[in-house]
């Protein structure tokens, strides 16, 4: 057993309570208590601890791509020209250096479980590698060596976009077939600290027919697993899906059977009244990716409609324009106040709720997400000494958290009660030069 002691801890309410002592055994929290002085035995953790936070929608290969794509002009669709081009370039190999350095990265920000939609399967041209699950395994090895928890989103791509055939840089994200697609996915071997998920990738590379069998699949299941997609992230998205199937993305996932409360639809940018129906209707979630949605001026996505609607709201990095948590929750609000010219659509608590047991909830970790007995130990302490936090009161402190602080101010990560950060470091390798050494295999 191992005894962690907080001198502030948010256990769900509307503060943090003080002097919470977190006990935890093979990896759960045994148990928690309040209002405690730390005994001997302590690990003492300074600041503010939170469940550990959830990214919920990730391509940990994009961030090869932060800083290469801000020069000139452009659009989400230039954007995703020099993404291809770099996805011809991973092998296994290189794949697995790039993913360990993103996933250290992640954890050096209190992310602790990471939802990656991957879609990158095979060889550049298409062909199968000798296992032809070789890149999600690399991505199940970089999270462990990074000391996160992880669900592979396997994500079934089929076209080049309504019904068009693959380009040549498409060729490796397709299994061709839907039931080609079925029988991979049931191959793959998935390790204690990983979850396995599905995805259609859109509506732009699978069809209506897939997007069913997707979702049978996911379904079928003793225990079903979750189903992501991309959802109206681009206006001309919709507009192209309106006159191939004659409705939206949203409305194409409902007819299609993959609604549900186990579906995530990633972005939703550019709902209808209708599609925010039938999100909430079916208890799906959303989730928004704030720092990527604005850096490839993909909009802002009605995340107070959504809310007032019962449509559970999760976050995600996507790009890794930025890997930082705190900043995509503040934006949810921030964003919501440009576009609305008022203030106070999302408080703190909810937004922390996003970062947290939402994301955790909506990638197959619904034991994560809270400090609790029973629950993952998987907890993240934020210093609150820095110039950012400097000064706030305890009863102030989430809301400094969410609105002000960094992913820089993450001072410990402990994930199944075994600490991967301390004193704002990895504790199990060097991610800055991971990081350099990775892209340089580029």
């Not at 390790?191 to 590379?205: C, I, T």
């Not at 960094?406 to 402990?414: G, H, L």
Request: hydrophobic fraction near 40%; glycine fraction near 10%; aromatic fraction near 6%.
């Amino acid at each position: 057993m191992t005894v962690y002691w907080c001198s502030f801890a948010w256990l769900g309410g509307e503060q943090p309570d003080a002097g919470v002592e977190i006990r935890t055994d093979q990896g759960r929290i045994a148990s928690v208590r309040t209002g405690v002085e730390p005994s001997d035995e302590a690990t003492r953790l300074q600041g503010l601890t939170l469940p550990g936070l959830a990214n919920t929608h990730s391509h940990a290969f994009h961030r090869a791509l932060r800083s290469t794509t801000q020069r000139g002009k452009g659009s989400f669709w230039t954007w995703r020209e020099d993404m291809y081009e770099i996805a011809q370039t991973l092998t296994p190999d290189t794949y697995h250096l790039l993913a360990r350095a993103v996933y250290g990265e992640m954890a050096l920000a209190g992310i602790t479980t990471v939802g990656e939609f991957h879609y990158l399967h095979h060889q550049a041209g298409g062909r199968s590698y000798d296992d032809p699950n070789a890149m999600g395994e690399a991505m199940f090895a970089a999270a462990a060596e990074a000391g996160i928890r992880i669900t592979l989103i396997d994500t079934c791509y089929l076209s080049g976009g309504f019904g068009a055939p693959l380009s040549p840089t498409q060729d490796r994200f397709s299994d061709k077939t839907v039931s080609a697609w079925k029988a991979r996915v049931s191959d793959i071997r998935v390790p204690e600290h990983g979850r396995l998920a599905v995805a259609a990738h859109s509506v732009r590379a699978v069809d209506p027919a897939s997007i069913a069998g997707v979702a049978e699949f996911a379904t079928s299941r003793p225990d079903p697993l979750p189903l992501h997609a991309h959802v109206s992230e681009q206006p001309l998205e919709n507009d192209e899906c309106q006159a191939t199937y004659g409705m939206t993305p949203t409305g194409v996932m409902a007819s299609a059977g993959a609604l549900d409360g186990d579906f995530t639809a990633v972005h939703a940018t550019h709902l209808t009244a209708d599609d925010i129906n039938l999100l909430a209707s079916s208890e799906s979630t959303a989730c928004f990716c704030p720092t990527t949605e604005r850096d490839l001026a993909d909009g802002i996505g009605p995340s107070r409609s959504l809310d007032e609607a019962g449509v559970t709201l999760a976050l995600g990095t996507d790009s890794q324009a930025v890997i930082d948590l705190f900043e995509e929750a503040r934006a949810i609000e921030l964003n919501r106040r440009l576009s609305s010219g008022e203030r106070g659509h999302h408080d703190a608590v909810s937004l922390l709720e996003m970062a947290t047991s939402n994301g955790h909830e909506a990638l197959g970790w619904a034991d994560c997400g809270s400090i609790e007995s029973g629950a993952a130990a998987d907890f993240v302490t934020v210093g609150m000494n820095s110039i950012r936090l400097a000064g706030v009161e305890p009863q102030n402190y989430l809301e400094a958290v969410v609105f002000a602080a960094s992913a820089v101010d993450v001072e410990s990560v402990v994930v199944a009660g075994e600490a991967i950060v301390t004193g704002g470091n990895h504790v199990r390798f060097d991610v800055v030069s991971a990081m350099s050494q990775a892209l340089s295999t580029l």
